[in-house]
């Protein structure tokens, strides 16, 4: 599979998509859980064995400047519900930081919770 510079990638790990960007030197920057932020490291330190997807580009942003907004927060600190993976990536490409899994999840766990007070 071929990677460019900027290209947002992801792996699934459960039910849960984790992304990161592509840099120009075949590496990834993600923000991650396990390494508590923002981090780069390389594409199988990314991957830990599970198949990369290449989503490509989210819009017409430079890849240079996605990538120096990448570095500008490496180090930052991870947080579930309000600096995830999904975040991070959206900042990256100037856009309004959200997470759709996290929305996903929360509007499941209120429809169980709307069906069990029944």
């Given amino acids: 599979m ?6 947002i990638v992801s792996v699934r790990v459960g039910g849960i998509r984790h992304e990161g960007i592509m840099t120009e030197h075949g590496r990834v920057i993600c923000n991650s859980r396990r390494y508590g932020g ?3 490291k ?3 330190d ?3 064995g599970r198949k990369i997807k290449n989503h490509g580009p989210m819009n017409g942003t430079s890849s240079d400047q996605v990538l120096a907004r990448a570095r500008a927060q490496l180090g930052r600190t991870y947080h579930p519900t309000n600096f995830n993976c999904e975040h991070f990536v959206r900042r990256c490409y100037g ?3 959200y997470s759709p899994q996290k929305r996903t999840v929360l509007g499941l766990a209120a429809l169980a919770a709307a069906i069990a007070a029944l």
């Avoid at 071929?2 to 290209?7: A, C, L, M």
């Fill in 42 to 44: 390389s594409v199988r």
């Fill in 95 to 97: 856009k309004d930081p």
């Fill in 46 to 48: 990314f991957a830990l």
């Fill in 38 to 40: 923002v981090t780069e």
């Fill in 2 to 7: 071929w990677f460019s510079p900027g290209d």
